[in-house]
């Protein structure tokens, strides 16, 4: 079988470096709407470590219509075979590729919302007990979504998915110990003045070993700290629903107002759960090859010069203990662009308009991670 090279070099990346798979080890490796030639190279260079591969293919088509008329005696049996499958794995990668990023939009929320609460503890399992990388796959709709023809966007894909992840790790080491000694967090922009506290929950490095693309440092607000006004910038879309100029207010950490062009949608899904109201995570993003949102959170949530601020579920390690079937990345760009803004660390201007300012994380500034510094 005739493969494009840059597949077994993402492959390589992602059994090697990202899960770092050792001999003897199991993989799961979900394929939703990806090449087969894809599928077979994470195959090959999961054996070349000598870990044991399997395999599901997921479509995207059958899945809306099995979603459709779910039923909890439909999917319960579901769920625990898939919980169990997960309890043997070492290790999880993800291939996520449609050409339709609204195919489940039709799906009534109840019958979503009853899905994700079973499939919950699988979701739980994957992220605190086994090794995972999760990507989205390139497709002519995300090319459009980009505002790119398929060729540019399948290189830029590639370029970003395979870049020297190394090379960040420097400046996350320094923005993870201020993180780790900070108390209270001040973020100013256009319609945005937010305080919390980030005290004693610690913070974490991803830079290529949980989602692709990656770069970004992530703590969570201490959960009733939360206080103020936060407007988002970046388009989303969660759920198969898209959101325009989403707007949160906060008292006690908890959101009391939420607003959008979907206003009525919005609320609906941050109503899911009680905890879907507060925040689980609180990052800071700096990829220097991602500089524009195209609705797809692998991609935006690292846009250099951005944060996100997460209504929904904290993690286990670095998290406030909130606990929600959601987990709704939102993201905020400060780069000049996009109208600028500040981050300040216990009274200390840490970021402005997107650019690092103390020089222990200069080397989280794109000049530096692209090698012209």
């Known amino acids: 079988m005739l493969t494009d090279p840059r597949f077994d070099k993402l492959a390589a990346g992602l059994t090697g470096f990202s899960c770092a798979l050792k001999k003897g080890e199991r993989v799961l490796i979900d394929a939703f709407d990806v090449p087969d030639e894809m599928v077979v190279a994470l195959v090959r260079a999961a054996r070349a470590l000598g870990a044991h591969p399997?395999?599901?293919?997921?479509?995207?088509?059958v899945t809306r219509e099995l979603m459709l008329g779910a039923e909890e005696a439909q999917f319960a049996p579901h769920a625990e075979v898939e919980l169990k499958r997960m309890e043997k794995m070492d290790a999880y990668i993800a291939l996520r590729g449609s050409d339709n990023i609204f195919e489940s939009s039709d799906v009534p929320a109840e019958r979503v919302r009853m899905f994700s609460r079973l499939?919950?503890?699988?979701?739980?399992?994957?992220?605190?007990?086994?090794?995972?990388?999760?990507?989205?796959?390139?497709?002519?709709?995300?090319?459009?979504?980009?505002?790119?023809?398929?060729?540019?966007f399948e290189d830029f894909y590639f370029k970003v998915c395979t870049l020297d992840?190394?090379?960040?790790?420097?400046?996350?080491?320094?923005?993870?110990?201020?993180?780790?000694?900070?108390?209270?967090?001040?973020i100013k922009g256009p319609g945005t003045d937010l305080t919390f506290s980030i005290k004693g929950i610690g913070s974490q490095m991803c830079g290529g070993l949980r989602n692709?693309?990656?770069?970004?440092?992530?703590?969570?607000?201490?959960?009733?700290?939360?206080?103020?006004?936060?407007?988002?910038?970046?388009?989303t879309v969660y759920l198969g629903s898209s959101f325009d100029n989403i707007r949160l207010v906060f008292k006690k950490g908890r959101i009391v107002?939420?607003?959008?062009?979907?206003?009525?949608?919005?609320?609906?899904?941050?109503?899911?759960?009680?905890?879907?109201?507060?925040?689980?995570?609180?990052?800071?993003?700096?990829?220097?090859?991602?500089?524009?949102?195209?609705?797809d959170i692998l991609f935006d949530e690292k846009i250099a010069g951005s944060f996100h601020f997460t209504p929904g579920q904290a993690y286990e390690g670095v998290g406030n203990g909130n606990?929600?079937?959601?987990?709704?990345?939102?993201?905020?760009i400060q780069r000049p662009e996009w109208g600028g803004g500040e981050i300040w660390f216990d009274g200390k201007l840490i970021r402005k308009d997107g650019h690092f300012v103390p020089k222990s994380l200069h080397k989280l500034n794109p000049e530096y991670l692209l090698g012209k510094a």
């Not at 399997?54 to 088509?61: F, G, K, M, S």
């Not at 990656?214 to 939360?226: H, I, L, R, T």
């Not at 606990?323 to 905020?332: A, E, I, L, N, R």
Request: with cysteine; net charge positive.
């Open 323 to 332: 606990k929600s079937q959601v987990h709704w990345d939102m993201v905020s």
């Open 165 to 186: 992840y190394a090379r960040m790790v420097p400046g996350m080491k320094a923005l993870k110990a201020l993180m780790d000694k900070t108390d209270r967090v001040h």
């Open 257 to 295: 107002e939420a607003t959008s062009n979907n206003t009525k949608r919005l609320n609906e899904i941050l109503d899911s759960d009680p905890g879907a109201r507060y925040i689980g995570e609180f990052a800071i993003g700096f990829n220097p090859h991602i500089l524009e949102p195209m609705r």
């Open 54 to 61: 399997l395999v599901q293919i997921h479509r995207a088509r």
């Open 119 to 152: 499939m919950k503890p699988v979701l739980d399992h994957r992220v605190n007990k086994t090794k995972w990388v999760v990507l989205r796959w390139p497709t002519p709709a995300m090319a459009q979504q980009a505002g790119k023809s398929t060729e540019f």
């Open 212 to 235: 692709i693309p990656d770069g970004e440092v992530f703590s969570c607000p201490v959960k009733d700290s939360v206080e103020g006004v936060i407007s988002y910038n970046a388009p």
